[in-house]
Structure formats: C-alpha cells, structure tokens
C-alpha cells in the first residue's frame, strides 16, 4: 500500500503516505480524545513520514514537548501528529485515508486514559501510558 493517498474534509491539505502504513492505533490519552471530539485518535503510522500534494492550509501546533497536531486551517480537521521537528513516522488519521482502506487494529495505546463510557472489544494488545513513555525512551 506504498503511496496510499488522503485529504482533509475540504481537500485544501492532500498528502501522500510514504512507505507502507502500520495498522491503526488507537490513542486514548485526554489530549487525542480532546483533539479528536471525544474519542480516540485513530491513527495509521507511516514510517516514512508523509509527502504534501497540497499543503498551504496546514497548521501545526504544538499540543506537548513531545508532540505537535497538523490540521486544517480551513475546515479543522484533525489529520498528523508527530514528534517536533521529526521528518520520519507521521501518526496519520485513519479517517483521511480513502474510504474502504483496509485497516486492523495494531494496538491501543494510553489505555489507563480510556474514560468508562467507550469500550474496544477486539484483542490487540493494550500499553498503558507508563509502557507507552517507557517504550518511547522518555
């Protein structure tokens, strides 16, 4: 699935994922739930990073130290996250990639941020945020 294409809801911001794309991983920390609308961000990760077919409405901010959020500054969608400054693995919103691509769950992640009132019932694996630092080295 090498050069998998998505847009935003308006189309001003159209990417390109290089590389083949990870499954999708869930993220419930309180920052991706907040950014996302209330659920999880549910990102596919391309290792490669992401090429820009149109990208002047792209707005990026920095949500952490450690992360900074892409949208678009036209109609909001919420579309990368990545680390500062890092040209290689994008965290790309499952939602901007063409519908019927086909995705399974990888893993979740941040799961001791899920609040009581949404639930997965598949068996990917679960980290929590003290895994999740621990594997990121921070």
Do not use: K, N
């Amino acid at each position: 699935m090498a050069g998998l294409r998505g847009r935003c809801l308006c189309g001003a911001v159209r990417f390109e994922g290089r590389g083949a794309p990870g499954g999708v991983t869930p993220c419930h920390c309180g920052q991706c739930r907040r950014w996302s609308g209330g659920g999880p961000f549910m990102p596919v990760h391309f290792a490669g990073g992401v090429a820009l077919a149109e990208g002047a409405a792209l707005a990026w901010y920095r949500s952490s130290e450690t992360g900074e959020r892409g949208f678009c500054s036209h109609c909001g969608s919420s579309l990368f996250w990545r680390r500062p400054g890092d040209p290689g693995d994008w965290a790309v919103s499952a939602a901007a990639l063409p519908e019927g691509t086909a995705h399974r769950i990888a893993r979740h992640v941040w799961v001791d941020d899920r609040p009581g009132w949404y639930d997965f019932t598949d068996d990917a694996p679960r980290l929590t945020a003290a895994e999740c630092l621990r594997e990121d080295g921070t």
